[in-house]
């Protein structure tokens, strides 16, 4: 929030539009004569440079909608567009349903020709256009709807037959065991103990005793289970089911039972669970009582042959059932084709005629003169364009005065982007628009972006991954632009310039962390050797430097000319030292200086020559120490708190830019100024400490300054300092000396910090009490005033201050900044950690998919065990690191920005620049559909 207080009081003049801030706007009236209104918007609509303000919203509390409606003389055409538009999205969706084939080319081009296949030329130079195309659209629509109907019907109809057919066929099987299906009948009965409708026992013999009623027809498969439980409960078991199960997902049924009371349940039975009787043998009740939901059930057949006939006549009435199918989809796909070729044109064109009457609807029309007044918003280098369009029109005018100054909505902000840009600033927009002539900070996430990510996913390997798909997606561009895409690809297509970069970043650090799938390459060279006499362990001496002009060769890294004895002075005291010792000053003594055992300090020690280290990177004798991961934590994790402290910076920096511009000096000296002393004086300090102890030719390591207490005795124990003292060490019976503390960085290193910390302090109330006390004197400045102001816009209302909103945002920012200042350094941690976290991964998964696997393989096996070992490592780099991973790093990288970077400076609380544009509208609409 460092920046985002700044107040808009005074707007400098001068073009400086850009990406650095956005286009200059100027707020201009029009007036358009009403005859050619329409063709002057629309020639508004195809040059995208202008928007329109809705000078008939209600603008006082007492005013109604009714009133602010009455000024709109466009509604009945937008409902219009609207019935337009219902009418298109269902010939949309039966169009999909009947897979019918269009134009996938979706590119608008402007001004678009309307052509309509039936006799008519063009929409626009029609009288009542628009009504004709409804009327014509609700036509075609009836038309369709009832072809559709009939269809549906004639579906119906089919299916019902079909399924008639198959219940016959299977009744035909079994129609002529007549006599057996009853004595069986009869025989479970008996077993069974069941009793009839009078509560005596049914008595069935045979066929020729009494014959049963049938019911044959069909159920959903999902629906049998439960039909059947539900028939032994109605009929108390009183009824034989036999199911048969069809492959179209039905079953066939057949209910044999033997009173007409039974008859009645069954039958409401498999109404109630929509089941199909088609076939039966109806029983009649007492005095030839029927049953009227018997109506419309065939009569079982007696005989096969009786079965065929009735079979072909099924099959007879099917055919012709299909044929009316055939014929009348074959109609409805003539109709949907002939409105297919013109259903993308009268699409447009509904977007077109319905975004022109919604923009009709804001302007002012006096009915007296025949004019229309305009309000509009128009970018500083269009106004040209615009008004070589009026000037198309007589009697049409752009009026000269900008009314920016005087109105009180703050500009539209708009940012002209191109292919390569638009993935930034929709980075950006994504936390908020900028605000007028803000500092856009998308001209620097372009650089910064990547370049965070690339600290974290720092990998050649991983890194060329996604640079090649980066470059493979904008090689293809153009073939890819005209696709249907899915969500995840299309996204990924969408960031293709972002990922490029992100590539290329990653492959830049990979070479700065020597870093390539977990492997160190060797393309500097090493600057580290082994001492002289590390294979020649007789020779590993005690002896002192100098003993008769001879050397241990453990004591010679460099030549024996180069060694020397030297003065060192500390705190007033001098030691001998010889220079070229391989171990350092581990063991100062004030006499004779002699060698340690070599054999136990530095048998497994590399020594750095003095031509200092590789030119670039890190260096690959790295990569077998047991101390790498000590080293990589300490590198990685000092540098991102370095990267942090710099962004920031640089965000105050881009605040003071704000307050510059805006002239607001207010929050200039009592915020910017402020902020940075707390800043700098804590946690730049903390760098620039880092810096000097990474420059600084330690001669003993083990003294040089430790970080993390310094700072934690700067803040909790101001001028406290673990100073290095030689009296102190404690020396061993091995020759080993034990010293506790540290050197001191710089001459008077504990006089400074305590003031730096004092300065800090200090700041805090210079970032809280000035801006309230400033805005309560100019509070009782505009009410002795009456808040009002008179310039040369006449006498406007000044905006009233409240105090007590004003102290609380105060107290909020200084409180938020101030911890902010920890919790975000803290927070570019995260640089560190996901490095690590990669580049540990990266060797885990070599390690152990290559190196484990192939330990000890050879020959034809070997070869096998090759392929699926790279199998394996490879399949696991693409979905961890170079998917997930690069995710990860991916939004990390986001928030640093959005909450690290951008608090320092950036408020975001604008609007977007929306001119009326058809081709913007058209394309926004043709992305839904594909889409969907």
């Known amino acids: 929030m460092g920046g985002g207080t700044f107040e808009v009081e005074e707007k400098p003049l001068g073009d400086i539009s850009g990406l650095w801030r956005s286009e200059d706007m100027e707020l201009r009236t029009m007036s358009i004569e009403r005859s050619v209104l329409e063709q002057a918007v629309r020639r508004f609509g195809d040059i995208s440079c202008v928007q329109f303000r809705d000078m008939n919203g209600s603008t006082d509390e007492g005013e109604s909608k009714a009133a602010s409606a009455k000024n709109r003389h466009f509604v009945t055409q937008v409902r219009t567009c609207e019935s337009i538009e219902r009418c298109l999205r269902y010939f949309d969706e039966q169009i999909h349903l009947f897979h019918i084939k269009g134009d996938m080319n979706n590119t608008y081009e402007a001004p678009l020709g309307i052509e309509e296949f039936r006799g008519v030329a063009n929409y626009n130079d029609l009288p009542n256009a628009l009504e004709i195309l409804n009327h014509k659209l609700i036509a075609d629509e009836e038309s369709l709807r009832d072809q559709i109907d009939k269809l549906m019907k004639y579906k119906s109809e089919e299916q019902v037959e079909e399924e008639r057919y198959n219940s016959l066929s299977w009744a035909s099987s079994w129609v002529s065991n007549e006599g057996r299906d009853a004595d069986d009948y009869s025989r479970r009965q008996e077993a069974a103990g069941l009793l009839g409708e009078d509560g005596t026992a049914l008595l069935v013999v045979g066929s020729s005793a009494q014959s049963l009623g049938q019911l044959v027809g069909t159920i959903a498969t999902e629906k049998k289970d439960v039909f059947n439980r539900m028939l032994y409960r109605v009929t108390k078991g009183n009824a034989v089911a036999t199911l048969y199960d069809l492959e179209n997902g039905t079953t066939c049924f057949r209910i044999l039972y033997s009173s007409f009371e039974m008859q009645s349940r069954i039958l409401k039975l498999t109404a109630a669970n929509s089941a199909n009787v088609f076939l039966g043998r109806i029983l009649m009740g007492a005095g030839g009582q029927t049953d009227p939901r018997s109506n419309g059930i065939s009569v079982l057949p007696e005989n096969e042959a009786a079965c065929s006939a009735m079979l072909e006549k099924i099959k007879a009435e099917c055919d012709e059932r299909n044929s009316l199918i055939a014929s009348t989809e074959a109609a409805i796909k003539t109709q949907l084709i002939s409105i297919q070729k013109v259903h993308k044109d009268r699409r447009h064109y509904a977007i077109r005629e319905k975004a022109l009457y919604h923009t009709l609807n804001m302007m002012q029309i006096d009915e007296g003169t025949c004019f229309a007044n305009a309000i509009a918003w128009i970018p500083t280098r269009q106004l040209d364009k615009v008004s070589n369009v009026l000037s198309q029109f007589p009697l049409c005018r752009l009026n000269e005065d900008d009314l920016k100054d005087a109105d009180p909505e703050s500009p539209p902000t708009h940012f002209e982007t191109n292919d390569f840009t638009a993935t930034f600033q929709g980075i950006v927009d994504s936390y908020g628009v900028p605000r007028y002539h803000e500092i856009n900070p998308t001209i620097f996430t372009i650089v910064t972006f990547p370049w965070l990510f690339g600290i974290m996913y720092g990998d050649i390997g991983h890194g060329i991954f996604i640079t090649v798909t980066a470059a493979v997606l904008i090689f293809f561009q153009e073939p890819l632009k005209k696709m249907k895409l899915n969500e995840m690809v299309d996204m990924v297509f969408g960031a293709r310039w972002l990922l490029l970069l992100m590539g290329l970043f990653a492959v830049y650090q990979g070479f700065l962390y020597n870093d390539t799938f977990g492997i160190m390459l060797d393309y500097a060279g090493t600057k580290y050797m082994w001492p002289d006499g590390w294979d020649r362990p007789e020779e590993w001496t005690s002896a002192s430097c100098f003993d008769n002009d001879t050397v241990p060769a453990v004591c010679l890294p460099c030549h024996i000319s180069e060694l020397e004895e030297v003065t060192y002075s500390y705190n007033g005291l001098s030691y001998t030292v010889c220079t070229c010792q391989p171990w350092g000053q581990k063991a100062l003594q004030q006499t004779d200086y002699s060698c340690p055992s070599?054999?136990?300090?530095?048998?497994?020690?590399?020594?750095?020559?003095?031509?200092?280290?590789?030119?670039?990177?890190?260096?690959?004798?790295?990569?077998?120490?047991?101390?790498?991961?000590?080293?990589?934590?300490?590198?990685?994790?000092?540098?991102?708190?370095?990267?942090?402290?710099?962004?920031?910076?640089?965000?105050?920096?881009l605040s003071l830019c704000n307050f510059l511009y805006f002239k607001d000096y207010k929050h200039l000296f009592f915020g910017f100024i402020p902020e940075c002393m707390f800043l700098f004086c804590t946690f730049g300090y903390m760098c620039i400490m880092l810096i000097a102890k990474w420059v600084t030719p330690w001669e003993n390591t083990n003294l040089a300054p430790n970080s993390l207490e310094t700072m934690t005795n700067f803040f909790l124990s101001p001028g406290k300092y673990n100073e290095f003292d030689p009296t102190k060490c404690v020396h061993s019976s091995s020759g080993d000396t034990d010293c506790d503390g540290y050197q001191l960085l710089y001459k008077g290193q504990k006089e400074m910090q305590v003031i730096l910390l004092i300065i800090a302090f200090c700041a805090v109330p210079l970032m809280m009490f000035p801006i309230p006390i400033l805005a309560n004197k100019e509070k009782k400045r505009r009410e002795a005033l009456g808040n009002q102001i008179d310039d040369e816009f006449g006498s406007r209302p000044l905006p009233p201050i409240d105090m007590q909103e004003v102290v609380i945002k105060q107290v909020i920012h200084v409180i938020e900044y101030v911890l902010g200042c920890v919790s975000n350094t803290a927070s570019y941690l995260r640089l560190w950690a996901l490095s690590l976290a990669h580049a540990e991964l990266s060797e885990v998964f070599w390690n152990f998919a290559i190196i484990k696997l192939l330990h000890g393989a050879n020959g034809w096996g070997g070869g096998a065990i090759m392929w699926v070992a790279f199998g394996a490592w490879l399949s696991a780099?693409?979905?961890?690191?170079?998917?997930?991973?690069?995710?990860?790093?991916?939004?990390?990288?986001?928030r640093l920005h959005w909450v690290e970077f951008q608090s320092k400076f950036y408020v975001g609380d604008g609007h977007a620049f929306t001119p009326l544009s058809f081709s913007t509208l058209i394309e926004e609409h043709e992305a839904e559909r594909v889409e969907e």
């Open 598 to 653: 070599w054999a136990q300090e530095n048998s497994t020690n590399l020594v750095a020559p003095k031509n200092g280290p590789v030119p670039f990177g890190i260096d690959s004798a790295w990569s077998e120490a047991n101390n790498k991961l000590t080293f990589y934590n300490s590198y990685k994790m000092k540098n991102a708190v370095i990267v942090g402290v710099l962004q920031m910076t640089l965000g105050l920096f």
């Open 877 to 894: 780099t693409l979905a961890v690191l170079v998917v997930m991973e690069a995710l990860s790093a991916f939004l990390h990288s986001l």
